[in-house]
């Protein structure tokens, strides 16, 4: 995977950063690279004393503003690599800075992976688990319930290990905090012996597929754009020893690149001159791209490639009301089609097993995650506030790294650990020093 696509840091123009997506565009009053913990403490120390704010920063691939700054940019990039293995247990220790796409081969060496993985490892450790990413599988939890320890660098300048026995309260909030309760500078994750994935990837006409069955020995992955068939990714889990048989670096190029990729690029272009097209080039893109199988290890089969920038929000639901939901979506995409918008991207759904992480999206519940994409460079508003009118209204959370409009006192009836929540954040950040204005829109000032 081409580390320029979907990957790096926050873009840097100059001292002025961006979102991978492009939509945030933001100027720290200042940059700290800390290559340890106690640089990280001494730097969150000396923001205070001058009181300015402070954010961590991993990939910068949060959809939402939720890691800009005017204030003090910590950059956890210097900070990457394993610090602990267990063997017995499948718990390591890891620097927050680590990227998801480096922590895979890292682990494979010791015999151990991921149980899951979202559908890009960009990511660094420490943004993935403060907006509560995941993955699909009803078997599987997000990142944050792998967690079974942090190491924290707190508003007091002070290093602080929490799990469920060392200030356990801390320990919950923080495990999906949006960097609101401090820095993490290392996660304890527990991890599973190495597996491979066998994927199928095909096209299926949608009434097939909704509602999906959800399968938790072989978890999907289901887009579908409006007017076309849906495009399954089913992954089944193999031992070691059942032998790889990867996709080509030939074939990896050609599908995902040029024809995944380029159809996607050409689709939103054309899309943007000429509506009308986009259903045609969404059914010559379900059903014309790639339909394959493959065997890898783990962390190459969860991951895709996505070089063509878009714009996302995406809503976790109870499943049950998936068809609910699924119905009053296209029932939007048909008014906005007759309205002449037509969304080049598809809608991709996923499910994950309920946790019990207070700020998880699928915090108590087994949850559907339906996701909703527009091309950068089209103004999303209208399809996102009309898919976030249905999602909403049947109890949806939104993704904490995607774009939304909730806040802070519908979160509070969201989560119901919202108020434990706040009173650890009292207790941890009395002065504030870890927020912007996106979060005091989501957590109160
Ligand atoms: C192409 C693409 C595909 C994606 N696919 C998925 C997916 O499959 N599943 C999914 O759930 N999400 C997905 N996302 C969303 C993404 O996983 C989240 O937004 C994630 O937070 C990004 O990680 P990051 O390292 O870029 O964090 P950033 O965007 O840099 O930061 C996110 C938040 O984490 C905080 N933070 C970062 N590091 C730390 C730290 N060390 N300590 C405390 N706080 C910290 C920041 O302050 C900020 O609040 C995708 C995003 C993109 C652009």
């Known amino acids: 995977m081409s580390p320029t696509t979907t990957?790096?840091?926050a873009r840097t123009v100059g001292p002025t950063h961006r979102t991978w997506s492009g939509a945030h565009r933001w100027t720290p009053a200042r940059e700290v690279r800390p290559a340890s913990a106690d640089e990280v403490a001494a730097a969150v120390a000396a923001a205070a004393g001058e009181g300015l704010r402070v954010r961590a920063i991993g990939a910068g691939h949060s959809f939402s503003p939720v890691a800009v700054t005017d204030g003090v940019q910590l950059d956890l990039e210097r900070m990457s690599g394993l610090t602990h293995v267990d063997h017995a247990t499948g718990r390591v220790r890891v620097?927050?800075?680590t990227p998801l796409h480096q922590l895979g081969p890292l682990l494979g060496a010791h015999g151990l992976a991921l149980a899951n993985m979202g559908d890009i490892d960009r990511q660094s450790v420490g943004g993935a688990l403060a907006t509560s990413t995941h993955g699909t599988g009803l078997g599987f939890t997000g990142y944050a319930g792998m967690v079974t320890g942090l190491r924290l660098a707190t508003a007091d300048g002070a290093l602080r290990w929490v799990d469920t026995e060392h200030e356990p309260e801390l320990f919950e909030a923080a495990r999906v905090s949006l960097g609101a309760l401090g820095v993490i500078v290392e996660a304890e994750l527990r991890c599973v012996p190495a597996f491979l994935l066998e994927a199928r990837e095909q096209a299926e006409p949608l009434a097939d597929v909704v509602p999906p069955s959800w399968s938790a020995a072989a978890p999907r992955t289901t887009s579908s754009s409006p007017g076309s068939p849906a495009r399954t990714k089913q992954n089944t889990r193999l031992p070691l020893g059942a032998g790889v048989d990867p996709v080509g670096a030939f074939r990896s190029t050609v599908m995902d690149g040029i024809l995944a990729n380029g159809v996607y690029a050409l689709m939103c272009r054309a899309g943007g001159q000429a509506p009308r097209i986009v259903?045609?080039?969404?059914?010559?893109?379900a059903w014309g791209v790639d339909q394959r199988r493959y065997r890898d290890v783990s962390h190459r089969v969860f991951v895709a490639d996505r070089s063509v920038r878009f714009r996302e929000m995406e809503y976790a639901l109870p499943l049950e009301s998936?068809?609910?939901?699924?119905?009053?979506?296209?029932?939007?995409?048909r008014d906005l089609a007759r309205r002449g918008v037509l969304p080049s991207f598809p809608v991709e759904v996923r499910a994950a097993a309920a946790d019990d992480v207070w700020l998880s999206t699928a915090h108590g519940r087994d949850s559907v995650y339906i996701a909703v994409h527009r091309w950068h460079r089209e103004d999303p508003t209208a399809y996102f506030r009309a898919c976030e009118e249905v999602f909403a209204g049947l109890g949806g959370r939104p993704h904490w790294g995607k774009e939304h409009t909730r806040?802070?006192?519908w979160a509070a009836g969201a989560y119901p650990r919202f108020a434990d929540f706040q009173a650890v954040r009292d207790a941890v950040d009395p002065g504030r020093v870890f927020t912007n204005d996106h979060l005091d829109r989501v957590f109160g000032a």
């Open 7 to 9: 990957g790096g840091p």
């Open 95 to 97: 620097l927050a800075g």
């Open 279 to 285: 259903p045609a080039l969404n059914r010559v893109s």
């Open 322 to 333: 998936f068809e609910e939901a699924f119905a009053g979506l296209q029932a939007v995409t």
């Open 407 to 409: 806040d802070a006192a």
